[in-house]
């Protein structure tokens, strides 16, 4: 990233934190999940894919928000 977290303005930070969960919990899930995967593949897909997702949105909306890649005029 281009600046420090610390100087995003407080609802940048809670958005990117929201990112980071989502990203942390969809990726953990296949770890945590154990024979709940097996019995329900399709919800696991979905559910992980959710999370995913979400964490793609929001993390890219925090940068857009922070304007951290635009270009300089």
Known sequence: MCRNIRNFDAQTRR??????LCLI??????VFAG???H???NFYSALRGFLLGLAIVFLFWSTRRARNCGTQA
């Open 15 to 20: 958005i990117f934190t929201c990112g980071n």
């Open 25 to 30: 919990a969809g990726l953990t899930l296949s």
């Open 35 to 37: 024979s709940f995967s």
């Open 39 to 41: 019995q329900h593949p």
